[in-house]
């Protein structure tokens, strides 16, 4: 790694173009005091560029010198790069189960061009998807071609995936242009407006998913009053917030009973509020950016979307799985075993808690992962195995818990949901 970083350095100070913008730009100003001086005085044209010659040429060999040592910097950190990581084909290649579906793909990328703020990479990405309709893939699967944003956004029946798409790419657009004019206003200029403006007309539904948004933006609007300084006169700003608690908190009586009694205690701290319990609700640093994260998670969650991209989950899950799929390849070259479950990886990928969404079962009977044909079932004991297990032991017929002696039929299980 260390010849690596090296390489980096050498690359930094030799592989970019600022000397050679600043020789080229050197040649323009002869060119142009040439141009002037001809200008000036026509009679001068052939002794100006007969002067002109010499420069010309010095310059422009050292324009070519410039760019030949940016090559050389190049090439010798593709070199490292090559020495560092050796050339790998890329592990389950051949079991690639995304390659067939290259719509989805497609409404994947779409979605997270736009959901990043990227509109206009998002407008030519969409455009140039649907230029090009999906050629059959290479298990004649049927692959819907995609001709508007509306076939870029449905499901391969036709049926679109979240209500939101039933907006066209304009209308989603909009949506999130508004939700980066929010977001600017709150991380870059700490402007609440905005964002209690949106809480406000969402109110109802953002209680119905017990969402806290709105009251913490208005405790910060409350905080932020309370902060201001007025030298002339020190009560000024807590009375201010106080006012604004007197319009705003009966609304969320209801629910914030305790913090909104808590707030207002701490006028009585007014003078003294660095040593007081409200230190760290008055200086929390970290306010704006918990109320910025908080309104993009409620934003997406109106829209039917989760908070992070999840082409970004599963590119970065991908990420982190590939040393493990790699090893696993390897290991199952040399031994000339199979990969034979298509739905289930044979090892553990090891990824962060945030990665994961769902608990997953693992039949106790034929140890296999639950799927959606096979998903866990509920004996009348409570026990649970998946349901082909059930099916082997059963044959439709009475039958004893593995686990206990209870006995029972096949038509009392209930399948589980995780
Ligand atoms: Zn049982």
Known sequence: MEALRL?????????????????????????????????????????????????????LDQVNSDIKDIY????????????????????????????????????????????????????????????????????????????????????????????????????????????????????????LNPAIEWARQHSYQLE?????????????????????????????????????????????SARYMRETSSLLGSLAFAPALTSSPYKSVFFNDDAWEHAASSFIREFCAMLGLSEKSPLYTATTAGAIALPVLEKLERVMGEVGGQWTSVNELPVEIPLPHSYLFHSIFVCPVSKEQGTDANPPMMLPCGHIIAKESLEKISRGNKFKCPYCPVEGHPKEARKVFL
């Open 7 to 59: 390489e980096q350095d050498k690359l930094d100070k030799k592989g970019n173009l600022s000397r050679t913008i600043e020789d080229v730009q050197k040649t323009i100003d002869l060119l142009v005091a040439a141009r002037a001086t001809i200008a000036a005085d026509g009679t001068s044209c052939a002794p100006t560029l007969a002067k002109l010659k010499r420069p010309i040429k010095a310059s």
């Open 72 to 191: 050389s910097a190049h090439k010798d950190y593709s070199k490292a790069l090559d020495r560092k990581f050796k050339p790998q084909s890329m592990p389950a290649s051949h079991n690639d189960a995304l390659s067939s579906q290259p719509a989805l793909i497609n409404r994947a990328i779409a979605m997270h061009l736009l959901r990043e703020g990227q509109f206009n990479v998002a407008q030519t990405f969409i455009s140039e998807a649907n230029a090009k309709p999906h050629s059959a893939t290479s298990n004649g699967s049927n692959t819907k071609d995609a001709h508007d944003w509306d076939s870029l956004m449905q499901d391969a029946d036709g049926t679109p995936l979240y209500d939101i798409n039933r907006d066209s790419a304009g209308a989603l657009q909009s949506r999130f242009a508004h939700m980066y004019l929010v977001l600017d206003a709150l991380r870059k200029n700490h402007n």
């Open 208 to 252: 119905l998913r017990g969402s806290n948004l709105e009251f913490d933006l208005c405790r910060l609007r409350f905080v932020e009053l309370y902060s201001q300084y007025d030298p002339d006169d020190h009560m000024s700003c807590p009375l201010k917030a106080l006012e604004y608690a007197r319009q705003t908190f009966p609304n969320f």
